[in-house]
């Protein structure tokens, strides 16, 4: 019998097949940006509160020095993108995926996410502080030294990731499968960790964390 873990739907984002090429001074210039393309640039130094994206698509696209705090995503596809340090602090984002994209240090803290994949990316020392997620999928993607305390997570899956080292404490693991992820060490206080879904070899790892001794009888 296959162990392989039943990947869980959510809905994917709603985008129409009729898009309009766009420059980095369209972006950067209006408030509320929508049903548009825009492919292989830089976006640089990009600022405003509650900015709006909906039914866009961002293809190779690297953004730096960007503040976007409360920024609304929905219905929007980030491939190959590198979002590396962005502030999407208190956003909210629907029906949105990340694939394939660089994402280190990016700060999601406080916002709220639903239906949103994140595919192949890497999103190490991450800031996931205080965030409300649903229907979320993270698959084949690291997550090493991430900050995620102190959120509520529902209907969040993890698949196939790296979470070594990743901070856990106040956020409450019932129902959450790590069973298939890899970390030697996690930043999570053991009230959290109740209905955990982990294998034998991370509750060794587990125990090791919180001062135990845990005895082979195999060997005795």
Not at 66 to 81: S, Y
Not at 169 to 195: A, H, P, R, W, Y
Request: with cysteine; glycine share 6%.
């Amino acid at each position: 019998m296959s162990n392989k873990k039943k990947v869980m739907k959510i809905e994917s984002p709603i985008i129409t097949s009729e898009l309009s090429e766009l420059m980095p001074d369209d972006v950067q210039s209006n408030a509320f940006v929508e049903m548009g393309i825009v492919q292989k640039c830089v976006i640089e130094q990009l600022t405003g509160q509650k900015k709006t994206f909906d039914k866009m698509i961002f293809r190779q696209v690297t953004f730096t020095e960007c503040t976007l705090t409360g920024v609304e995503l929905t219905d929007v596809i980030f491939e190959q993108c590198d979002l590396s340090n962005v502030d999407f602090s208190d956003a909210i984002i629907h029906r949105t995926a990340f694939k394939n994209c660089k994402l280190i240090g990016i700060h999601l803290s406080g916002s709220t996410l639903r239906n949103v994949l994140f595919d192949q990316c890497i999103a190490d020392y991450a800031t996931f502080r205080f965030c409300n997620t649903k229907q979320v999928i993270i698959q084949d993607s690291s997550l090493r030294h991430t900050d995620i305390s102190f959120s509520k997570l529902q209907k969040t899956e993890l698949y196939r990731s790296n979470l070594d080292q990743a901070q856990l404490s106040g956020t409450k693991m019932n129902g959450i499968d790590l069973s298939d992820c890899q970390f030697n060490g996690l930043g999570v206080g053991v009230e959290d960790l109740q209905g955990c879904i982990i294998t034998r070899e991370q509750a060794y790892i587990f125990a090791s964390l919180f001062g135990l001794v845990v005895k082979d009888d195999s060997l005795v």
